[in-house]
């Protein structure tokens, strides 16, 4: 459900965003408690889901604004969305989902174990899950249109998408922001183990970091001796262990695993950002 907002006009929504504008043509950002798994809406909500990707993506904006610029113009909201929305200038994004791997798992895992490569990336034999790679890759995506799916693609494919010069620069960009935020999360005792970046243009023409940064909706953040995960993972382990046949709509989550999903999304707001919730 979308929240009515005095003055604001709801455009569309995501996965896990709703996205308003105004007769100032602003944008406004709010993140629900939605949570997302292989490409669905899950029918049960992450209480506080959406303020605490909103925080702990704004505390990673700030850090990493000397990397690349982000879209972020004030979050001045409306009271009713305090605390889980920004409001933004609007960018037109490039057409692809930029990851940076610096570790084997999920969908690389899936692939290495076929191939050896992870999105056409040739890797060094005898690798497991969750091992560290030799240097972090860029694995870029496809963005899924409603209802179908992401797709991991070559570096060459992205090219073919976006153009040469575009793919150099946002795979530098990823890379960039991916090794500061890995070696600031080290600090804080995680593992960053992937991530998720999406860019766009902004009305002057500069390229800038958009959606969210580094949350557990969009990261693997890992305990560094056991690989406990501080993310989606979690819930993706009990879909997968369900019985789901990940071709219908999906289960609801029990309060359990509701429970431990905010306890895990709460734990990486307040170990990287160290504040309390």
């Keep these: 459900m979308t929240t009515v907002l005095t003055g604001w006009k709801h455009l569309r929504s995501g996965k896990v965003r709703d996205l308003y504008t105004n007769d100032k043509d602003e ?14 809406i899950l029918p049960t909500p992450i209480p506080n889901k959406g303020e605490l990707l909103t925080q702990l993506s704004l505390f990673w904006f700030d850090l990493l604004k000397e990397v690349v610029p982000n879209h972020i113009v004030s979050i001045d909201v409306p009271s009713e969305v ?6 933004v200038k609007p960018l037109i994004m490039f057409p692809v989902e930029c990851v940076a791997r610096g570790y084997l798992a999920g969908s690389g895992w899936v692939e290495y174990q076929k191939t050896q490569t992870v999105c056409g990336i040739k890797l060094p034999a005898g690798l497991q899950d969750g091992s560290k790679l030799p240097q972090p890759i860029f694995t870029p995506a496809t963005k899924a249109e409603g209802g179908e799916h992401d797709e991991n693609i070559t570096y060459e494919q992205c090219e073919e998408i976006i153009g040469e010069q575009a793919s150099l620069i ?24 992937d991530t998720k970046f999406e860019f766009g243009i902004d009305p002057s023409g500069a390229i800038c970091l958009g959606d969210e940064a580094l949350t557990p909706d ?8 056991t690989h406990y995960s501080y993310d989606k993972q979690f819930v993706r382990d009990w879909l997968l262990n369900s019985g789901w046949d990940r071709n219908s709509n999906p289960p609801p989550l029990p309060d359990d695993v509701v429970a431990k999903t905010q306890e895990r999304y709460t734990s990486a707001l307040e170990l990287i950002t160290g504040r309390k919730f």
């Design 82 to 87: 305090a605390g889980r929305a920004v409001i």
């Design 170 to 193: 946002l795979k530098k960009l990823t890379l960039a922001l991916y090794t500061k935020a890995h070696d600031f999360a080290a600090t804080k005792g995680i593992i960053l183990a």
């Design 218 to 225: 969009s990261s693997r953040f890992w305990e560094p001796e």
């Design 27 to 40: 944008l406004l950002i709010v993140a629900s408690d939605r949570i997302s798994a292989f490409d669905y």
